[in-house]
């Protein structure tokens, strides 16, 4: 499975970003996905999963409210909506795919994921 994230880019504080991570390879509707963020100087970090048929999502606590994750197992894709954007979300954002058990605290850990996309960069000015 190769991942391809997109949609990064410079924006200011409070305006709203909407990332895409396109896989390829086969389908990746039997997995769960995630998005991890890393900050320069600063170690990856969980931002959201979502199960296989998106009926379910996990947020960390400082995205939940302002970030939306979904799939569309069509378009063999995961979007990370991100809403009212502050300066300390610019990160390098990274989607995941691979994950089978949905447990929270499996789920937001990088090594519950088999395949990492590129990362795209998000950079929030204040």
């Known amino acids: 499975v190769q991942l391809q994230a997109s949609g990064g880019g410079l924006v200011q504080a409070g305006d709203s970003l909407r990332l895409s991570c396109a896989a390829s390879g086969r389908t990746v509707d039997g997995y769960i996905m995630g998005w991890f963020r890393q900050a320069p100087g600063k170690e990856r970090e969980f931002v959201t999963a979502i199960s296989r048929g998106g009926g379910s999502t996990y947020y960390a606590d400082s995205m939940k409210g302002r970030f939306t994750i979904s799939r569309d197992n069509a378009k063999n894709t995961v979007y990370l909506q991100m809403n009212s954007l502050k300066p300390e979300d610019t990160a390098v954002y990274y989607c995941?795919?691979?994950?089978?058990?949905?447990?929270?605290?499996?789920?937001?850990?990088?090594?519950?994921?088999?395949?990492w996309g590129q990362g795209t960069l998000v950079t929030v000015s204040s």
């Open positions: 995941a795919a691979g994950a089978v058990v949905w447990v929270e605290r499996i789920v937001a850990g990088q090594s519950a994921y088999r395949y």
